[in-house]
C-alpha cells in the first residue's frame, strides 16, 4: 500500500482557506481569553472584535491547543487514510503549541513527525505549503520535513507595529526587551529571528517606518522569485497599499497574499499591525 503523508499545523499559519482545502492541510486552532470567554482563534473570533477589545483595553490572553485537541485531530486525519503525519507549528519561543503536539504525537494511531518551524504566521504558512507540495509529489516524511525545513530557512519576516506595549504586556519582545522605555516612544521595525522576535531599526514615524518596511521588503527580494504575504490587523488601507507598492517593486514576485492576521497574533502586536513575510520560491 502506498504511504500518504499529511500535514497538519495551526492556526497561526493564516493559510487561505483555499490553499488548505487543495492541499489539505489541517489547522488546530490556538485559543483566546476575551475577559472570561474563551473563544477558537480564526473561528469564534473575529481578528474585528478582538481590536476593539484591545483598544478598550479589555483582558486579553492566549494559551495553546491542548494535546487532547492535537490527539482527536491526529486521529481524525489518520481516519482519513493518511499513514504519516507531518505536524508544523509556530515558533515554541511564542506559544506551547510545539509541546502540546509532541505529547500527542506519543499515542497517535500513525507516526507523527513533529517540527517547531520558528516561524508564525505566513511565513509558517508558507512551510506547510512546502511539505504539502513535497507529499503530494510521492515524498516521503524526510522530504516532506527537508522541503518546510528548506523554505524556513530563506523565508524572512519583518513587521511594523504602532507600540511596542502590546508585545510587553505578553511577554513576547524578547531580543526586542532593551528598547522598553524611551523606545516605546518610537516607532519599531522588528524581525523574525531564530525563532525570536527582535529590533531591527527604530523610526520615528509611522509614515516612515512603513516606507522603510517596503524597501526591506524589496531588497529582501531582490531579482528572485519570491513569495510575499503582507499582513495586518485593523490597517486594511496599510496593507493594500503595501501590496500595491510591492507588486511594482518586485520583479520576481510569484505570488502576493493580503490577509488579517487572527486573535492569537493579534493579542500581542495590537491595532496598527503591518507585517510582510518575503518566502523564495524554490527552483
Keep these: 500500500m502506498s504511504r500518504h503523508v499529511a500535514i497538519v499545523t495551526d492556526s497561526t499559519a493564516y493559510l487561505p482557506p483555499r490553499t488548505m482545502e487543495r492541499h489539505g492541510i489541517t489547522a488546530v486552532p490556538l485559543t483566546v481569553v476575551l475577559g472570561n470567554q474563551a473563544f477558537e482563534d480564526g473561528t469564534e473570533i473575529s481578528a474585528r472584535?478582538?481590536?476593539q477589545a484591545l483598544q478598550k483595553r479589555r483582558s486579553v490572553t492566549t494559551s495553546r491547543p491542548s494535546p487532547q485537541l492535537f490527539a482527536e485531530t491526529y486521529r481524525k486525519v489518520?481516519?482519513?487514510?493518511a499513514t504519516d503525519i507531518v505536524s508544523l507549528h509556530l515558533s515554541s519561543e511564542f506559544s506551547g503549541t510545539y509541546d502540546a503536539a509532541v505529547l500527542a504525537s506519543?499515542?497517535?494511531?500513525?507516526?507523527?513527525r513533529v517540527v517547531d518551524t520558528g516561524m508564525v504566521a505566513m511565513a509558517l504558512?508558507?512551510?506547510a505549503v512546502a511539505a504539502a507540495e513535497a507529499a503530494e509529489a510521492g515524498g516521503t516524511v524526510d522530504e516532506a520535513v527537508t522541503a518546510a525545513e528548506k523554505r524556513a530557512a530563506g523565508t524572512s519576516a519583518y513587521f511594523y507595529v504602532d507600540t511596542l506595549d502590546y508585545l510587553r504586556r505578553g511577554g513576547r519582545i524578547?531580543?526586542?526587551?532593551?528598547?522598553?522605555?524611551?523606545?516605546?516612544a518610537v516607532k519599531p521595525l522588528l524581525r523574525l529571528n531564530d525563532g525570536r522576535i527582535e529590533l531591527l531599526e527604530k523610526v520615528r514615524t509611522a509614515s516612515r517606518a512603513i516606507a522603510r518596511l517596503e524597501?526591506?521588503?524589496?531588497?529582501?527580494?531582490?531579482?528572485a522569485q519570491v513569495d510575499i504575504a503582507v499582513h495586518h490587523l485593523a490597517a486594511p488601507e496599510r496593507a493594500s497599499a503595501l501590496a500595491d507598492r510591492l507588486r511594482v517593486r518586485v520583479p520576481g514576485l510569484a505570488a502576493l497574499h493580503v490577509s488579517e492576521v487572527g486573535a492569537?497574533?493579534?493579542a500581542h502586536t495590537g491595532p496598527g499591525l503591518l507585517g510582510a513575510v518575503v518566502s523564495p520560491v524554490s527552483g
Excluded at 78 to 81: I, W
Excluded at 106 to 112: L, S
Excluded at 174 to 184: E, K, T
Design 49 to 51: 472584535s478582538l481590536a
Design 78 to 81: 489518520a481516519e482519513s487514510g
Design 106 to 112: 506519543r499515542e497517535a494511531p500513525v507516526p507523527v
Design 125 to 127: 504558512g508558507f512551510c
Design 174 to 184: 524578547g531580543a526586542a526587551q532593551a528598547l522598553l522605555g524611551s523606545a516605546l
Design 215 to 223: 524597501e526591506i521588503v524589496s531588497e529582501r527580494a531582490g531579482n
Design 264 to 266: 492569537v497574533i493579534g
